[in-house]
């Protein structure tokens, strides 16, 4: 990807390296005049050329191979647009004219000094770069959703002969050169994991002491904290040990060209509500951030051997049919969080991810318990949707959404066991103790009969954020704040069975009443329709 004049990286170059970018632009024109004689009108011989005004950096692409094991090399091209004077002879003797002409710089260096070492190579612009897939200006790499699992398995190809059926996450951490340490980091248990690129000293938590003391931390360090993992219900330990892997992995370039601005930056910081620290929070940092969230599970639960997994535990408990699934969900997936080893909100998220939907369904948490299992029409549900609504929710979304108020108003929808149903009694039944309930055909169908509600965490313009991602694994503990929406027009089958529903209790109320009139006047047994449309002919 071309970074323009904006990018972090482009304005470092043109800082500390124009001098000597300038020098070797001008000893490259003059190795090669040749490139100039088509630019001359009056000049006839070519004896010097120079370049009289600052370098115009336009753009910068850098170098997004993640295979190597050497992260502290960068690799980029400069695209650079050059005033150049020629200086020959002409009919009229010396002679200098003007030209403008764009250049490429290969270049390449060393992170830990600062790119001093930095090497470069120019040659004439092209149009091209060697990097089609490169990094952002901060060095970040730009990742798709889609690219996720690509970007995890080159992880574990980097370092294994063949994807494991089941990653052993401090194993992949030593051959990745990381120390792993669990030490409690913050006495209020807000960072659950951090990794060190620098040597330093750094404040940890000192239970003994309660207060913070100063550690010696050295290079790759990973530091975990056992109690905030089991504190907060977004990861367990693997997922976090995972979890700085993927820093490692991905970020250290940008880390360590963060750190040529900040000379204080030594870690980079994973906090328990979902965010991080390193310097300043920017835009960089966020996606570092999600990239890390993001890609962690796909590292222990590899999508080809996950798959396979999940379909052998599946196989296990016979089910045939989605049916089968969805009364068997829950304990499928207990069972595969018990076999990798994470929490069954991240073996849920990935089922989803790898297709399979029944997943969905299962261990909502809302308003303090889990709602049972349900199934939909595969592809009903889109990321960030559910059919799930807590109590609070739908409270405030009644005072937003008049349409929604009315259909609850009128009695067309009700709230049961955090959903909105139609209400009919193919959906809707009652337990002995008169609760409201839904029935095991509203369940397995819950496209036909519920309203569809679209989750998105509350500040976040990013569909795809650590809060959305975990939407439904919200418990008492977790500190995500989300904001619900509804278009009933979205719900168009559902709305269209309201509309068929009230049209079918009028047809029988109609019938009824015809019934009754033609009973009256006729003095017949009136036992059909077709006895009654008899009868009105007659009447």
Not at 228 to 241: D, E, V
Not at 401 to 419: A, C, M, S, T
Not at 445 to 452: A, I, L, Q, S, Y
Request: proline share 2%; glycine share 6%.
């Amino acid at each position: 990807m071309q970074q323009n004049k904006t990018s972090p990286l482009l304005r470092y170059i043109e800082v500390h390296f124009d001098k000597k970018i300038t020098a070797l632009l001008e000893e490259f024109i003059n190795d090669h005049k040749e490139l100039f004689e088509e630019k001359i009108d009056k000049i006839t011989h070519i004896t010097e050329l120079s370049i009289p005004e600052p370098l115009d950096y336009k753009a910068v692409w850098i170098d997004s191979s993640i295979e190597d094991d050497n992260k502290e090399i960068l690799k980029f091209d400069v695209a650079i647009a050059a005033p150049v004077n020629i200086t020959g002879y002409g009919k009229y003797g010396t002679l200098t004219e003007s030209t403008y002409k764009w250049f490429i710089a290969y270049c390449e260096g060393n992170l830990l000094n600062g790119l001093k070492d930095l090497v470069v190579t120019i040659d004439e612009y092209s149009g091209k770069s060697r990097y089609k897939n490169a990094l952002s200006g901060n060095l970040v790499p730009i990742i798709k959703r889609e690219e996720y699992d690509k970007y995890a398995e080159t992880l574990l190809l980097t370092y294994y002969d063949e994807i494991p059926e089941k990653v052993k996450i401090k194993d992949l951490a030593k051959r990745m050169g990381l120390k792993l340490v669990n030490h409690k980091i913050t006495k209020d248990s807000s960072v659950f994991g951090q990794i060190y690129f620098s040597d330093c000293v750094q404040e940890l938590y000192d239970k003994d002491i309660d207060a913070m003391k100063r550690y010696k931390v050295s290079a790759n360090t990973i530091i975990y904290d056992v109690d905030a993992i089991y504190l907060y219900s977004i990861g367990s330990k693997r997922l976090t040990i995972a979890h700085e892997c993927v820093h490692y992995f991905l970020h250290k370039k940008a880390f360590l060209f963060a750190k040529l601005f900040d000379k204080s930056l030594n870690i980079i910081q994973c906090e328990t509500n979902g965010g991080m620290k390193v310097g300043k929070e920017t835009n960089a940092t966020t996606w570092m951030e999600k990239q890390a969230n993001a890609i962690a599970p796909y590292i222990l639960m590899p999508t080809k051997t996950f798959t396979k997994k999940v379909k052998e535990v599946i196989t296990k408990y016979q089910c045939y049919s989605d049916e089968d699934v969805v009364n068997n969900i829950e304990m499928i997936i207990q069972e595969l969080a018990d076999f990798y080893g994470v929490t069954i909100y991240s073996v849920r998220n990935r089922m989803i991810d790898i297709g399979f939907d029944e997943a969905r369904g299962a261990y909502n948490w809302v308003d303090g318990h889990y709602e049972k299992p349900y199934l939909f029409k595969k592809g009903s549900l889109k990321r960030g949707e559910s059919y799930t609504v807590s109590y609070k929710d739908i409270g405030l979304k009644l005072i937003s959404d008049r349409k929604l108020g009315q259909y609850i108003g009128r009695g067309d929808l009700v709230f049961v066991e955090n959903h909105v149903c139609i209400n009919d009694k193919k959906y809707i039944t009652y337990d002995d103790d008169g609760i409201i309930r839904l029935t095991y055909y509203a369940r397995m169908n819950m496209d036909e009969c519920c309203v569809k509600f679209l989750y998105k965490e509350r500040g976040s313009t990013d569909e795809n954020s650590y809060g959305s991602f975990c939407f439904l694994c919200r418990d008492a503990n977790l500190g995500f704040n989300f904001d619900i929406d509804i278009s009933l027009d979205k719900n168009g089958k559902l709305e269209n069975k309201l509309d068929t529903l009230k049209r079918n209790e009028q047809y029988l109320e109609d019938l009824k009443e015809m019934r009754k009139i033609a009973q009256e006047r006729t003095n017949h047994q009136v036992k059909n329709l077709g006895d009654v449309l008899k009868l009105s002919r007659k009447i």
